[in-house]
């Protein structure tokens, strides 16, 4: 059996989903076996991905990355008893955690990407039930933010800039929105304020709109922090 890796403990802090899930995956980076880069490299994804999996600082999981690991480390162990189903609920609960978007289950996105230039992000839509206003069937397109953090990991930060670029700058406000509460999620205050400022720089109809996104959401703070940018910050 691999050795297993020294972690600092889970904060007390952590919900039980989250709890749950990030236990997992620091069990299948042990399974696994050799460094978070090398594990990360070979299942397409991020070291700070997998790093931000294992604490438990993922607020939106995704699927695709979690299985890839799973199904990494029974190869490399074949003492691993865990299932996809059982790694899919795990997921599943910490979704569910967000009283602001309906996730059906099975609806994370895990396929479906489209092929886009240098820079503009891979993105997969999943049609999820009641997500807005109208409580009518809407798209809801999940940021792409571990692409964004393995270009970072891998100092390809002209794609990570052309990613923000194009989210802050010409992205549907829908978006853009999401990739700020994404960015949010993960930590990447830096990359927030850049798209704060990117979007502060589009007409006041385009502003108002990611304003409006970003409630619905529940994220007051980003909201104020972009009508502050604009001038325009009213009581929210």
């Known amino acids: ?26 069990t299948l980076l042990d399974d696994a076996g050799g460094s978070l880069r090398s594990v990360a490299n070979q299942i397409h994804s991020s070291r700070s991905a997998l790093g931000r999996l294992a604490a438990g600082q993922v607020g939106y ?36 955690e967000d009283p602001h978007v309906a996730r059906p289950a ?5 396929g479906g990407t489209t092929t886009a230039g240098p820079g503009t992000p891979h993105v997969a839509p ?22 964004l953090a393995k270009h970072v990991d891998n100092a390809r930060y002209e794609h990570a800039m052309g990613m923000l670029d194009y989210a802050g700058g010409r992205a549907p406000a829908k ?27 589009r007409p006041g109809t385009q502003v108002l709109a990611v304003v409006g996104h970003l409630m619905d959401v529940g994220n007051i703070a980003d909201a104020r922090a972009l009508l502050r940018i604009t001038g325009d910050l009213q009581e929210v």
């Open 1 to 26: 059996m691999p050795p297993r890796a020294r972690r600092k403990p889970l904060p007390a802090s952590l919900s039980p989903a989250r709890r749950e899930l990030a236990e997992a995956v620091r």
């Open 175 to 201: 978006e853009a929105a999401d990739a700020i509460q994404a960015c949010r999620d993960w930590g990447l205050a830096e990359a927030v304020d850049t798209l704060l400022r990117m979007v502060g720089r």
């Open 106 to 110: 099975g609806a994370l996105a895990d």
């Open 61 to 96: 999981p995704d699927k695709k990355t979690v299985l890839n690991l799973l199904r990494l480390a029974a190869r490399k162990n074949p003492a691993v008893t865990m299932t996809e189903e059982e790694l899919e609920r795990l997921v599943q609960q910490v979704w569910d």
């Open 126 to 147: 999943v049609l999820v039930g009641g997500g807005d206003r109208r409580n009518c069937l809407t798209a809801y397109v999940r940021w792409p933010i571990e692409e």
